[in-house]
């Protein structure tokens, strides 16, 4: 009988939903709140405080296996920013925009 019970109501079950069930779960512990814009959500401190101890914990595991961090941008660079930066040495972190 306890098998059959759900804990809350309002979640949707995994197996019918992953990303329904997922957001359900993010939304009840209040990880996360939907703003007035559409397609967007806000990130709660408990959420930011999750993270945060995420990225503490990998940037720990990959500095421990020697790799490095870089950033890139999802816009297109035109090819003179591209040929002015092709020869620079990678440093230790490296971002590129």
Not at 10 to 25: G, H, L, P, R, V
Not at 67 to 94: D, E, M
Request: proline share 4%.
């Amino acid at each position: 009988m306890a098998k059959d019970k759900k804990m809350v109501d309002a979640i949707t079950s995994m197996d019918e939903d992953f990303a329904k069930w997922y957001t359900d779960i993010c939304m009840k512990a209040e990880l996360v709140s939907y703003t007035s814009v559409k397609g967007c959500m806000v990130i709660r401190p408990y959420g930011y405080a999750i993270w945060e101890n995420i990225q503490h914990i990998l940037d720990t595991k990959f500095k421990e296996l020697g790799l490095t961090q870089s950033l890139s941008s999802s816009f297109s660079l035109p090819p003179y920013v591209t040929q002015a930066t092709s020869g620079a040495k990678p440093s230790t972190w490296s971002f590129s925009f």
